[in-house]
């Protein structure tokens, strides 16, 4: 079956302009989470979403938002961006309520956000 | 609340030498703990997962890990390092009572010299 796909692969934005990355999860999985990887902080989780609602919240700014469709496909916002926005954003699928903390994510291959 | 230690960012090794990855966590119900690979400009990849069904755990590509209670340990393992191998490795844990969020580690990149 189809993995985690993540678009675009690679995108460069200016400071100050507004990003949107999507992520559809694998089939059947409800669940999708977000995660920022830097260099220096590691993996910082972002969100999480779980049928259409946003079930778990990490420690970033409310430039950072995100949504979740009916078909499970989800999309995180970035406004206003900001130099230290530079990244590679991870989603993470999983199947159910609780099967990422039991069984494990599926990741996408990311996003690369470059901000200049 | 759940945490995850890797000791050593890196680690360097000889192509053929026992690979050998520290992770240390700490959760205050019975943890759910993984190993993920990660290549460069890619996402993470599973490489095995305790889930309380047995203490050593074999994954893909070779790789296996021992869950040590009384040491709160999941060390990885690989008796003969590849090339191939050469990436960063990130541990992490879940639990029932996390909803849906796995904690990770600092992540270790792992060099293997030919």
């Known amino acids: 079956k189809a993995g985690v796909t993540q678009t675009p692969r690679y995108l460069i934005k200016t400071r100050g302009q507004q990003v949107t990355l999507s992520c559809s999860p694998i089939s059947g999985h409800r669940s999708v989470s977000w995660y920022q990887q830097t260099p220096g902080q590691g993996l910082q989780f972002l969100f999480e979403?779980?049928?259409?609602?946003?079930?778990n919240k990490g420690n970033f700014p409310g430039r950072f938002s995100g949504r979740q469709f009916s078909n499970s496909r989800s999309e995180m916002n970035v406004s206003t961006l900001e130099l230290g926005d530079s990244a590679l954003y991870l989603c993470a699928s999983s199947l159910g309520q609780t099967g990422g903390s039991i069984y494990g994510y599926t990741f996408g291959s990311g996003t690369r956000l470059t901000v200049v | 609340a759940q945490s995850v230690t890797q000791l050593g960012s890196h680690v360097s090794v000889s192509e053929g030498a026992l690979v050998l990855l520290r992770c240390n966590y700490s959760s205050s119900v019975p943890p759910y703990l993984f190993w993920y690979v990660q290549y460069p400009n890619q996402g993470l990849q599973l490489l095995l997962k305790?889930?309380?069904?047995?203490?050593l755990v074999k994954g893909i590509n070779g790789f296996e890990a021992e869950f040590k209670k009384s040491e709160t340990s999941f060390h990885l393992t690989k008796p003969s390092a590849h090339m191939s191998d050469a990436a960063e490795y990130f541990c992490?844990?879940?639990?029932?009572?996390?909803?849906?969020?796995?904690?990770f580690g600092g992540g270790t990149r792992l060099m293997v010299k030919p």
């Open positions: 305790y889930t309380s069904a047995a203490t």
């Open positions: 992490a844990v879940g639990s029932d009572n996390a909803g849906n969020m796995l904690t």
């Open positions: 979403y779980f049928s259409e609602t946003q079930r």
